[in-house]
Nanobody, 120 residues
């Protein structure tokens, strides 16, 4: 049974940093990614990475501020978020896929999400 469990969310001031973690179990995934959903908005792509870490992608809104990485020995996905802005406030979801994609519909497994709130 595949399980993805996020952690690391919280409340920080603008300009601060957070690191999200996603512990994966029950499967081996070619690609993993982070998505986020703010109140009243659709879920949007944040970042994705292949199993080898050799291929990564970021949304334009986070490029240069967020870094996605994974530790395959620990089956853990990370999202280092720096220079956080109030518009980064959202529930952040970890997801896993058999293919490298930016599309939520290509990710078959999802975590429950972790809340990130950035105060101005």
């Amino acid at each position: 049974q595949v399980q993805l469990v996020e952690s690391g969310g919280g409340l920080v001031q603008a300009g601060g940093s957070l690191r999200l973690s996603c512990a994966a179990s029950g499967g081996t995934f070619y690609a993993m990614g982070w998505f986020r959903q703010a109140p009243g908005k659709e879920r949007e792509f944040v970042a994705a990475i292949t199993r080898s870490g050799g291929n990564g992608a970021y949304a334009d809104s986070v490029k240069g501020r967020f870094t996605i990485s994974r530790d395959n020995t620990e089956n853990t996905l990370y999202l280092q978020m720096n220079s956080l802005k109030p518009e980064d406030t959202a529930v952040y979801y970890c997801a896993a896929s058999a293919s490298f994609s930016r599309r939520a519909l290509d990710f078959g497994y999802w975590g429950q999400g972790t809340q990130v709130t950035i105060s101005s």
